[in-house]
């Protein structure tokens, strides 16, 4: 690390010069390539996965998304002759927009769609037209999807309300990534100043994050075309970019600076810098990554997408860390230090104490006096916070829980009001008849679906099956009488395939498969349930490995492991409480309470595993240098908590400020990623790091540092810190007691 931190040093210029041609060509490429995303959700071996591949190879669904204009009257009908010629008129100029492929009015003959249900309700007062799309919603040219909104919009007049939902409509409503990013940066700009009290020191993390960041997100656009990578990809690799990337930088700045201080030369602190800080950087992001590949372990595509989008910006992060960072030293010099403190280094000369006063010294000499009743009430606070996981429930998050000022929103409460709430997320019941007696038992299904407790509706009709397909493909829309994220809609779709169904296909070649978006999602959840306890177990191994080659100790690596675990129940108490009972969501405007989403667990529980072992490299590592020096494990412990307990806090306020900021993309998905991962962020660094972790290890004594002579001798060494023929600190060795 030293050799490359030295040659990024005295290159500073080429360094520079090639981030920004990199960043140039990348940036090119993007556009040239173009991104194609995939949102569709397929899960092989479930009812609603058979479901769909059985609709796709008999009538392949079309490309693009579809969304709803939706209109509702406040007297008379839609069918009124000024009202029907109203809307007639706007959706024959909606269909003749750029990215709009066709547009299904229900003042068509019939007023049907191909799957059955009526476009026009009951009551006669609300009706919807389908707009198709000729790419999906992620694929879209934003502007293609405001002509359509503002097209549609046009029609309103008193007494006539017109609203859209969708997709592509919802993303629409949603606020840019770059001016959320901008907020998050704005919030991490002051902590910084606040930390550094330098414009210039400031500014070396921000630069670093944003070259980082940038590189990664470009990479999106050829990833794109070499797996499924969904439209909230970019998103979140922002999100845990920034995070990280400023972090990164922030540990390894604050060590050039303490290096400045205690009288090295901008070369030497810089190289220094690098090869302890950025050793643990560069371990930090490798644990990022590892625990963000165990997303593989849950075989789902969707996931696998997330995961490489993630690791790709988490590794530009680092890259830029290890690189720019040196660069930048080089170019700024002293002046990475602020005036004030530039004039006390010419005047008082080096300052080679450590820090041992100020309140982290304090909080670091009252640990050890009372570590039995701190860790106790540090074990509380995080029990108290993650009693609402017990009732945690997944599901999923459809338009009404979008902010109520957005046409989504109100288009959705307009369909639910003039057709039923089952309306926004009815079931499709797909079946496969062979013979005469499957179809008669089939129709026998229909006529018992009616009767079904929770079903509203039953809309029987049939796919197109392609000439070639010997038996036929019949579709039956089943419309619940409760909403699609309502825990009796999951409860229906149970009763349906595990009593309902077999009742009837029993004694048959039948084979009915309840599908649909609602089901798809109940599915989602239910396999991310059963595989989360084999992703946790390949984290939380591999993460123990690591630990154990970089400490030689097996008691730490434990404490790690329990601290996650205890970190990641904390964040879902607060996504249960936050979300699901809905304590914050009319707060900051993001809609009614809603189940969390199915996909959430697996990712929080990669990153924060990830984030979490970022914080304990930090602090064991300098515990460690500590016990390799003194073998003195009080002295190492106070060492580490004073030395790090600052910067560790610093870093975690910084990545909070990102997590929060992305709320305002006025999405809950990732509003309840970001508030999940602030939550469990904060509690890990102020409580966990800083509290529970130092007095567990006071208590502990030399055990932490134990590990058997057998293993030792037959372990490989992974050494964070630098070796003995590097610096005078030798390696951390076991502690035979």
């Known amino acids: 690390m030293s050799a490359l931190a030295r040659w990024c040093y005295l290159h500073r210029l080429v360094v520079i010069t090639a981030w920004i041609g990199l960043l140039i060509g990348l940036t090119v490429m993007s556009q040239a390539v173009k991104a194609s995303y995939d949102n569709s959700f397929t899960l092989a071996g479930t009812g609603s996965g058979s479901a769909q591949q059985l609709l796709q190879r008999s009538a392949p669904a079309q490309a693009g998304d579809s969304d709803q204009i939706v209109w509702r009257v406040s007297h008379g009908s839609v069918t009124d002759p000024g009202v029907q010629q109203r809307m007639s008129s706007t959706l024959a100029r909606v269909s003749h927009l750029p990215g709009v492929a066709s547009v299904a009015s229900p003042y068509l003959p019939g007023g049907k769609v191909p799957g059955g249900a009526f476009q026009i309700s009951p009551d006669g007062r609300t009706a919807y037209a389908m707009v198709n799309f000729s790419k999906s919603a992620d694929n879209l040219d934003p502007a293609d999807i405001s002509r359509v909104i503002a097209v549609a919009t046009a029609a309103r007049e008193p007494g006539l309300a017109v609203e859209l939902d969708g997709l592509a409509i919802s993303h629409s409503e949603q606020a840019s ?22 414009l210039l020191a400031m500014a070396l993390p921000i630069a670093t994050a944003v070259a980082g960041v940038g590189s990664g997100l470009m990479l999106m656009a050829p990833l794109s075309h070499l797996t499924s990578v969904t439209g909230i990809a970019p998103i979140l690799g922002a999100l845990i970019g920034l995070g990280v990337g400023v972090d990164y930088a922030l540990f390894i700045v604050t060590r050039h600076r303490r290096g400045l201080l205690s009288g090295l030369d901008p070369q030497r602190s810089a190289v220094a810098a690098l090869n302890t800080s950025g050793r643990a950087v560069l371990f930090a992001g490798g644990t990022v990554c590892i625990a963000l590949l ?21 590794a530009c992060t680092v890259l830029a860390a290890i690189t720019l960072l040196p660069a930048l030293f080089g170019v700024l010099g002293l002046r990475v230090l602020s005036r004030r403190q530039r004039r006390r280094l010419r005047s008082a000369g080096p300052d080679q104490a450590r ?14 006096r009372f570590p039995v009743l701190l860790a106790a009430a540090a074990v509380a606070v995080v029990v108290v916070v993650s009693l609402p996981a017990l009732h945690l429930r997944l599901g999923f998050a459809d338009a009404s829980n979008d902010p109520t000022s957005t046409t989504s929103y109100k288009a959705y409460e307009m369909l639910a009001d003039g057709f039923g709430p089952g309306f926004n997320g009815s079931l499709l019941l797909v079946a496969q008849t062979q013979s005469a007696a499957d179809r008669a038992a089939l129709d026998r299904l229909d006529r018992a679906l009616t009767v079904v407790p929770g079903v509203a509706a039953v809309q029987a009709g049939s796919a197109q099956a392609r000439p070639t397909a010997g038996p036929a493909v019949e579709v039956t829309q089943v419309i619940p009488t409760t909403a699609p994220e309502a825990q009796a809609t999951a409860t229906l779709i149970t009763r349906l395939r595990n009593t309902v169904i077999p009742r009837y296909t029993h004694g048959t070649t039948l084979r009915v498969y309840v599908g649909g978006l609602t089901a798809t999602f109940d599915d989602f959840a239910a396999v991310t349930s059963a595989k989360l306890p084999w992703l946790l177990a390949a984290i939380a191994g591999f993460s123990f490995l690591l630990l ?5 100790s097996l008691l730490i690596p434990a404490i790690t492991a329990v601290l996650n675990l205890l970190s990641a129940a904390a964040s879902f108490g607060v996504l249960t409480a936050f979300f699901q009972w809905g304590w914050g969501t009319r707060a900051l405007g993001l809609g009614a309470p809603a189940p969390v989403e199915g ?50 806090t610093a870093a975690a306020a910084i990545m909070i400020a990102v997590f929060i900021s992305f709320v305002f993309i006025r999405a809950v998905d990732i ?4 508030i999940g991962l602030a939550a469990a962020v904060a509690l890990d660094a102020f409580v966990l790091r800083t509290v529970l972790v130092p007095a567990v290890m006071h208590l502990c004594g030399r055990a932490n540092w134990w590990l058997p002579n057998w293993l030792d001798r037959r372990l490989p060494h992974l050494a964070i810190e630098p070796t003995a023929q590097e610096q005078s600190a030798r390696r951390p060795r076991s502690a035979h007691v």
Do not use: H
């Not at 001016?179 to 009290?197: D, K, P, R, T």
């Open 671 to 674: 509003a309840e990623f970001g």
């Open 599 to 648: 996909y959430l667990p697996g990712l929080v529980l990669a990153v924060l595993f990830g984030l979490s072992m970022d914080y304990q490299v930090f602090l064991v590592s300098r515990m460690a240098e500590e016990w390799s020096r003194t073998r003195d494990n009080t002295q190492a412990v106070l060492a580490g908590q004073t030395d790090t307990a600052r910067v560790i």
């Open 177 to 198: 990534l770059s001016a959320v990013s901008a907020v998050g940066i704005g919030a991490a700009a002051v902590i910084l100043l606040l930390a550094f009290g330098s």
């Open 548 to 552: 154990v080659l970089a400490f030689r």
């Open 294 to 314: 165990g997303l593989l372990t849950l075989g789902q595509g969707f996931l696998d997408g997330l995961a490489f989008a993630a690791v790709i910006t988490v």
């Open 355 to 368: 820090s041992g006063s100020g309140r982290w010294a304090r909080l670091a000499l009252t640990v050890p």
